[in-house]
T-cell receptor, first 113, second 114 residues
Framework: KQEVTQIPAALSVPEGENLVLNCSFTDSAIYNLQWFRQDPGKGLTSLLL?????REQTSGRLNASLDKSSGRSTLYIAASQPGDSATYLCAVRLTGGGNKLTFGTGTQLKVEL | DAGITQSPRHKVTETGTPVTLRCHQTENHRYMYWYRQDPGHGLRLIHYSYGVKDTDKGEVSDGYSVSRSKTEDFLLTLESATSSQTSVYFC?????????????FGDGTRLSIL
């Protein structure tokens, strides 16, 4: 059974700092990995999707990397801003698993002024 | 934002009562999903649909049923609600099974079973 872990569970950084969020998974037979953002009381917003054949994806200040062999992904946020404060979730889709996602429990990020 | 509407947004009910949650989409996407989100467990898949009248179970399907009679609507029913089903429920949609298609989520329904 695929297990997805995100460490740390919570993180607080000063504005302007570059930071890295971690995601690890136990089964490397993944189809893709997706990073989401969740604001309090809201649904999930898709940030980046990395295919199993890719090493990284970039969108603005966000860069996600994938190392399938080691079962790890990182989300790099450059020049963090208070508006980046949210919970960040990663989810993996297994090969042969339909379109079902297995989620981590998230990292709650707070960017302070 | 993807056109996904969940209703109701909040509901409080008593143990043993039936509850139906609705997910409505305006994107004409084929795939629809129901998840629940609980502290310490993350999001877990309850049921999903890959077309009208085509549904399948997810990881935590016991106590839940679903129906999809139209492309745009996916209903989640708790036949006899229990306190363990208190949770936040999210609907998601995706266009296809192709691997480059992300899932898009609604804003959730907060359900409390007393």
């Amino acid at each position: 059974k695929q297990e997805v872990t995100q460490i740390p569970a919570a993180l607080s950084v000063p504005e302007g700092e570059n930071l890295v969020l971690n995601c690890s998974f136990t089964d490397s037979a993944i189809y893709n990995l997706q990073w989401f953002r969740q604001d309090p009381g809201k649904g999930l917003t898709s940030l980046l999707l990395i295919q199993s054949s890719q090493r990284e994806q970039t969108s603005g200040r966000l860069n996600a990397s994938l190392d399938k062999s080691s079962g790890r992904s990182t989300l790099y946020i450059a020049a963090s801003q208070p508006g980046d404060s949210a919970t960040y979730l990663c989810a993996v889709r297994l090969t042969g698993g339909g379109n079902k996602l297995t989620f981590g429990t998230g990292t709650q990020l707070k960017v302070e002024l | 934002d993807a056109g996904i509407t969940q209703s109701p947004r909040h509901k409080v009910t008593e143990t043993g009562t039936p509850v139906t949650l609705r997910c409505h989409q305006t994107e004409n996407h084929r795939y629809m999903y129901w998840y629940r989100q609980d502290p310490g467990h993350g999001l877990r898949l309850i049921h999903y649909s890959y077309g009208v009248k085509d549904t399948d179970k997810g990881e935590v399907s016991d106590g839940y049923s679903v129906s999809r009679s139209k492309t745009e609507d996916f209903l989640l029913t708790l036949e006899s609600a229990t306190s363990s089903q208190t949770s936040v429920y999210f609907c998601a949609i995706s266009e296809s099974r192709e691997r480059d298609q992300p899932q898009h989520f609604g804003d959730g329904t907060r359900l409390s079973i007393l």
